[in-house]
Structure formats: C-alpha cells, structure tokens
C-alpha cells in the first residue's frame, strides 16, 4: 500500500496552490498508464524531482526516483523518500543501485532519473551518464526526456532561495518516448538522449513567461538566450571547483 507517497503528493499540490504556481504541461500523454519506463530529466532546481514527478501525474503514476544515499539518512528527508520507495544511490557500490532499479522497472514501476547527476549552473543539459539508456535497456522499456523549468528561480545553485514568491511560472515538457534496442549503442543513444533533452529544454525556456529585459542581469537564465548564467565552460570549471573543495574538507 502507498502510505507515504499520496499525502506527499497532496500537500505538494496545496504548496504550489498557496504559491499560485502557473504550471504547464505539456505532452504527459507519453508517460504510460501502466509498465515500466524510465524518465530522464534535466536538472536546474533542488525542486525538480517534485516538478518531474508532477509530470506523470495525468497518468496516475508514480514515480520512483533514483537519489544519492545521503538523502536517505536525512532525520526529515530519510522517513519520507524510503516511505515513497525511492532508490538510493551509493556512488561506491553503483550495481546494487542499479539492480534495484532494474527489478522495479520490471515490476512495471516508473522510474525517474536524472542523468547529469548535478545542477547545471549553465541552464543547459550538461555531460550526461548512461544509467538511464541502460536501465530501459535493461528493463525492455521506453526511455522518455523530460525538461523542467522555473525552479531555478526558487532553489537552485549560486542564486538566492526564493520559495514565498507568488505566481512564479514553471513548465514541465515531456518528450516522446525512445524505443532503445537491448543491443544498441549505449554511448550513440544516450548521445540522442542529450540532444533531446537540450530541444526540450530549450522550447520551454524560449516560450516561458519570464523572459529577461534587455540588459537586465538575469542569472537565472542561460546566456545563449540573453540571460547572464555561467556560459556551460564557466559552470564546468565551477563544478570542478566545488568538487575539489569537496575532495579537500573529505580528507582526513
């Protein structure tokens, strides 16, 4: 029985009411209404999995996200993402992770993966991972794209928190489904994943409301598209940055 997962939903729909959350959906037909699949989404915000979640839910689904294990032994967030069987991941023991992952897909649960691992401070798709090319691999299911976007100018990386606004607009696109064959290039397909996923994300920010104003400092908004975020080089040398820092309070 689902005893955590259905409350969680509920007081997130009541939060993004309290918020007068403009929220469009686009393409939820591609989730399916039952058996697995996997869905990979891009990631600006410490909100998407909520945002990508919501998407599935004009199907009736679930989703069963794939989230680092130190989430799990959070006193708050711990009770609640293993109440909602999500799936941990230990970074040193990937193949457990996987394996777990793997057997829900094929007890035809949807689950939700988000493939560059981190934020893109870029606000676009970075270097993406192959787990979840090879998870729909695995489990004989559709890989779907899925691209959020607003929640970055709630919670993300670098910017200041803003989670009392009202009105904000968020768009969440899903793509249409990739079949991948068991035996195709993984590399070649999690390639295709990447460009589909960039498309996505790249329509709902160029047809979002909130637009930059010429020669407003926008860093919520990727420069390409006239706003003032880190350039994808810049938020990579970022990332190595915050990753060595990391590496140099880690050591003993």
Not at 74 to 103: C, E, Q, W
Not at 191 to 209: F, I
Request: glycine share 10%; with cysteine.
């Amino acid at each position: 029985m689902e005893i955590v997962y259905p409350p969680v939903i509920g007081a997130a729909k009541l939060a993004f009411r309290a918020l007068g959350l403009d929220i469009t959906v686009t393409g939820a037909e591609h989730i399916p209404r039952s058996g697995g699949a996997v869905l990979a989404c891009n990631h600006v915000s410490y909100l998407d999995f909520i945002f990508c979640g919501f998407s599935a839910q004009p199907s009736k689904r679930l989703v069963r996200f794939m989230a680092k294990e130190e989430v799990f032994h959070h006193k708050v967030s711990g009770p609640l993402m293993r109440g909602m069987h999500h799936i941990p991941v230990d970074r040193s023991a990937g193949a457990s992770s996987y394996a777990a992952a793997l057997r829900a897909l094929r007890a035809g649960e949807v689950i939700g993966v988000f493939p560059e691992a981190t934020i893109s401070r870029s606000f676009t798709v970075k270097g993406i991972k192959s787990g979840a090319v090879r998870l729909a691999q695995g489990g004989g299911v559709p890989l779907i794209p899925v691209a959020v976007w607003g929640g970055q100018r709630m919670f993300t990386k670098d910017l200041p928190r803003d989670l009392t606004s009202r009105g904000r607009a968020l768009t969440i696109a899903v793509g249409e489904p990739m079949q991948v064959e068991r035996k195709a290039d993984a590399a070649a397909l999690t390639d295709e994943l990447r460009q589909r996923m960039q498309q996505l994300l790249e329509e709902a920010q160029k047809r979002h409301r909130d637009q930059p104003l010429p020669g407003e400092d926008a860093p919520w908004h990727p420069r390409h598209l006239g706003g003032t975020a880190p350039t994808p080089e810049e938020a990579a040398e970022l990332d190595r940055e915050e990753a060595a820092a990391r590496a140099r309070r880690s050591r003993p």
